[in-house]
T-cell receptor, first 116, second 113 residues
Framework: DAGVTQSPTHLIKTRGQQVTLRCSPK?????VSWYQQALGQGPQFIFQ???????QRGNFPDRFSGHQFPNYSSELNVNALLLGDSALYLC???????????????FGPGTRLLVL | AQTVTQSQPEMSVQEAETVTLSCTYD???????LFWYKQPPSRQMILVIR??????QNATENRFSVNFQKAAKSFSLKISDSQLGDTAMYFC??????????FGAGTRLAVHP
């Protein structure tokens, strides 16, 4: 049973560039959430995709955008990169349900982004 | 505001001993789940244990158990018979609504031989 996978594992970009990170959910899962984890901190929620739509969004600027494909895989795009965007980006998948029903999220290994 | 506070930035324990990690949270939601996740140096966030807020019985998972005090909004993790492989960052988290996880800042646990 394949778990959550993410690519690439590491990435180095310069300020102002754009980056795309990719995530494939655990088999059977249809919901993907993205988190940003700065060094020494807990993960911060960016947004969540369900049925190819952004269902919920955290306190991140519009430079952060995403997409979910019909096979439930997802991309996170960040435009106009800033030094402060350097972080570990985690993808988590879960089984989508109606509001109020919580399903456990399973995480991928993350993508380490360094902005110079 | 929905927040999670882990008041112990670092803890250490001897192998085979017991250690308790503290967590308090704040939410106005009535239906939520609580989690402890472990993040070893490999970075992979691994689920340790999960507790449904509507259940009074504390969750247990092998050597891991929680002490859930809903009125006090407290959710501590007890690790019994600590092993070297338990060395990691431990994050307390909860969800509300559409499964948005709110994390604490983490506790770094070191298990010494």
């Amino acid at each position: 049973d394949a778990g959550v996978t993410q690519s690439p594992t590491h990435l180095i970009k310069t300020r102002g560039q754009q980056v795309t990170l990719r995530c494939s959910p655990k088999s059977g899962h249809d919901t993907v959430s993205w988190y940003q984890q700065a060094l020494g901190q807990g993960p911060q929620f960016i947004f969540q995709y369900y049925e190819e739509e952004e269902r919920q969004r955290g306190n991140f600027p519009d430079r952060f955008s995403g997409h979910q494909f019909p096979n439930y895989s997802s991309e996170l795009n960040v435009n106009a990169l800033l030094l402060g965007d350097s972080a570990l980006y985690l993808c988590a998948s879960s089984l989508g349900t109606l509001a109020g029903v919580q399903e456990t999220q399973y995480f991928g290994p993350g993508t380490r982004l360094l902005v110079l | 505001a929905q927040t999670v506070t882990q008041s112990q930035p670092e803890m250490s324990v001897q192998e085979a001993e017991t250690v308790t990690l503290s967590c308090t949270y704040d939410t106005s939601e009535s239906n939520y789940y609580l989690f402890w996740y472990k993040q070893p140096p490999s970075r992979q966030m691994i689920l340790v244990i999960r507790q449904e807020a509507y259940k009074q019985q504390n969750a247990t998972e092998n050597r891991f158990s929680v002490n859930f005090q809903k009125a006090a909004k407290s959710f501590s993790l007890k690790i019994s018979d600590s092993q070297l492989g338990d060395t990691a960052m431990y994050f307390c988290a909860f969800t509300g609504g559409y499964n948005k996880l709110i994390f604490g800042a983490g506790t770094r646990l070191a298990v010494h031989p």
